[in-house]
């Protein structure tokens, strides 16, 4: 069983940069599909963006591409969301997950393992 901490938050302005890591430990990371999702207060929580398990294929949510760029370091079992020219709606708790095996959707439902998430505030 895999456990994940993001880290990397924080207060920003709008048109500022984040990078959020998210470690793994417990696993064999390099096993899973990540993903990030985030959840703004009052909303479901929504698919971000999606690697595969080598690095090789990435996909992005309509609302963060050109935008957002996720990758990860298998040697060091970490995941990154770089996220460029913040936007207040960006505001939300960003979490990372890890799906075992892919099963073609993007919900939340078909990520295995959680982080506990960190939070993200664009002010404008």
């Known amino acids: 069983q895999v456990q994940l901490v993001e880290s990397g938050g924080g207060l920003v302005q709008a048109g500022g940069s984040l990078r959020l890591s998210c470690a793994a430990s417990?696993?064999?990371?390099?096993?899973?599909?990540m993903g990030w999702f985030r959840q703004a207060p009052g909303k479901e929580r929504e698919f971000v963006a999606r690697?595969?398990?080598?690095?090789?294929?990435?996909y992005y949510a309509d609302s963060v591409k050109g935008r957002f760029t996720i990758s990860r370091d298998n040697l060091k079992n970490t995941v990154y969301l770089q996220i460029n020219t913040l936007k207040p709606e960006d505001t939300a708790v960003y979490y990372c997950?890890?799906?075992?095996?892919?099963?073609?959707?993007?919900?939340?439902?078909?990520?295995?393992?959680w982080g506990q998430g960190t939070q993200v505030t664009v002010s404008s």
């Open positions: 690697i595969s398990r080598i690095g090789g294929s990435t």
């Open positions: 417990g696993g064999t990371f390099s096993r899973y599909i």
């Open positions: 997950a890890a799906d075992e095996a892919y099963s073609g959707t993007n919900s939340p439902d078909s990520y295995d393992y």
